[in-house]
Every structure is written in structure tokens, then in C-alpha cells.
């Protein structure tokens, strides 16, 4: 069981990245994905997760209106779209799966990625 992060990088300001995550190993639509972020000195926090089916999508606050979470079943991959970035955006981004049929507590989750880390800064 494996799940790969990519798409991290570098950013400015009011930017955009789009988050992949390639699920290995596993039926991917046998579980509810979340995308969750750790700073520096900071706990690890959910920023998203998405349904099996994707029929429901959760989103933290901080991130409502400008983060898009979505998946392909049939490619086993995952995606977060991360508009309008701001520096407080800036983390380790990981991707994790859980057997629960809706999950949003950190707790829930049993296989993690590796991150990917996001910068934003002018």
C-alpha cells in the first residue's frame, strides 16, 4: 500500500498548484481521501478529504473557496487545487486514505503519503 504526494513547490503570493496523489497497492475507491498540512512547530491538520465516490467534499476553513479537491478512480489519483495561496499555506502536504465512510479526523486515517512541501512567499 502506497500513497505518493507530488506537485509541491515554490510560490508567490495569490499563485496556484495543483496537489497529486497516486494510490498503489489498494482499491482507491474503497477509501475517503483527505489532504492534510503540517508547518513547522504546528500540528498536522486536515485541510480536505473527499468521499469514495466524490459526492462529498470537506474543506477546513482556512481553506474554503479556494482549494478544490477531486479524484479519478480509474487513474487511482487524487488532487488538490490550491488557489490564491497565501504564505500561511506554507506546510508539508500529505495525502492519506481511510476505510471510514466520511472521515475527518486525523485519527481516521491509516495510510499516509510521504508530503509534498508547498511554500508560498514573495
Known amino acids: 500500500v502506497q500513497l505518493q504526494a507530488s506537485g509541491g513547490g515554490l510560490v508567490q503570493p495569490g499563485e496556484s498548484l495543483r496537489l497529486s496523489c497516486l494510490a498503489s497497492?489498494?482499491?482507491?475507491?474503497?477509501?475517503?481521501i483527505g489532504w492534510f498540512r503540517q508547518a513547522p512547530g504546528r500540528e498536522r491538520e486536515i485541510v480536505s478529504a473527499i468521499s469514495r465516490t466524490a459526492n462529498t467534499s470537506y474543506y477546513a476553513d482556512s481553506v474554503k473557496g479556494r482549494f478544490a479537491i477531486s479524484r479519478d478512480n480509474a487513474k487511482n489519483m487524487v488532487y488538490l487545487q490550491m488557489n490564491s495561496l497565501k504564505p500561511e499555506d506554507t506546510a508539508v502536504y500529505y495525502c492519506?486514505?481511510?476505510?471510514?465512510?466520511?472521515?475527518?479526523?486525523?485519527?481516521?486515517?491509516?495510510?499516509w503519503g510521504q508530503g509534498t512541501q508547498v511554500t508560498v512567499s514573495s
Open positions: 492519506a486514505a481511510s476505510g471510514s465512510y466520511y472521515a475527518t479526523r486525523l485519527a481516521e486515517y491509516i495510510y
Open positions: 497497492g489498494f482499491t482507491l475507491d474503497d477509501y475517503v
